[in-house]
């Protein structure tokens, strides 16, 4: 999520075990496992840099659940620090592994392809860019000049949006 | 016009057009590109996308131009992106199609009447504002943008507190005119370094046709509750 454009939204609490997601919610047992200073503490520990994110306990039917709002990284992708491993000593993250979300899938994995890797480097050059456009314009490094009022070639875009113009 | 147009046309809409000032009929090399640029600048605040992305649906393209129709029900919206680096975006507005939004429990607001809530409005300028920043450092942008939001068939609807936690409009502000246009020419740099600012601009100057004045600090605040929901 935090090598996502904008970040992403994870909710503890719902079943995926049987195919499509189904709302259950969090015992008080497992609540108190996902505290923000424990999350934050095993985050801290395997991400480099450290992500950021904001955690929130939401109440549905009745039930408890833990929402994690993961920001979009700061200024470069996060990477894994060291190896974790899942059930039945499973390997679930790797060691300076690069985690996006897939394209068209819901789930998290290793940059599969060429495509999701130029968006991540793409997406880092842009906020370096706007970071710095944003500070030159603060610091008075850029200055604005007036643009034209009316565009000379504004009558070929029109006519590109022909269809769409009453 | 094209149908789906036509549709979304035929109640109250907004439609947000960005585009470089100079007209370069090939700015951007192939339609796969253009693609990438646009899921790579999609902006997406609370789980709303902008614009929407189906990656289920490829989208549907022509010679210099890819697009996709989404009909959700109260999410009805188009958009296209033109290799001339031109961005067109047409969306209902939400609560003209059924979609229900958290008021102020002090506003009165009938089932069938016509409203557009102060949140939402910021919302969509913020939204829109945020996608012209991103792409004008793609491809697709230039030195000098265009950006225009225009929201149309407002009839004589009002303006409303869509906020659960707070009052509600006393005035009962209503549209005085049947559609609006902010439209603006800006530098790269301009847009780039400040899109929440100039969200707040288009939005302030939309309030004014409903005769609404809105401190600065109370959109800002209100902007950011949106954004954090």
Redesign the interface.
Known sequence: MANH??G??VIIGVDESGGSPRPVGLTPEELETWGYDDIAAILAACSDPTLSFEHEIRTYNGMPYVVLRVHEFAEVPILAKKDMLGERNKQIIRKGGCYVRS??KPETSEIPSQ?EM??LL??AI?KG??KF??Q???AGL?V??P???????DA??LR??G???? | ??PN?GRI?SKCYW?V?I?P???V?QRVANRHLLT?IV??A????Q?YHFPHMS??ERPESEA??VGQFLDLGSYLELWRA?L?G?F?H?SANHADWGYRHMLSPFERVADDEPFMGVGYSLFRFTLALEFA??LA??DMGGD???VAVNVGNLGKRRLVSDDPNRLHLRSEPTAGLDDFHFIR??????L???PRGLALEGAKEFFAIFDAAFTEELLKGWQEQWLRR
Request: hydrophobic share 35%; net charge negative; glycine share 8%.
């Open positions: 454009r904008d992403g939204i394209l068209g495509d130029r968006d793409d997406l842009q860019i706007r456009v944003e030159a314009v603060g850029i604005y000049r643009s034209p009022a009316r565009p000379a070639s070929e875009f590109q949006l269809e769409f113009l009453r | 016009m094209n147009a046309k439609e057009v585009r000032n100079d007209f009929e990438r899921r790579g999609t902006v997406t605040y789980g990656e289920n210099d131009w033109y001339s031109q067109y047409l920043a991103r450092f793609t000098d943008m265009h020419e800006l530098s790269r740099a301009e780039g370094a400040n």
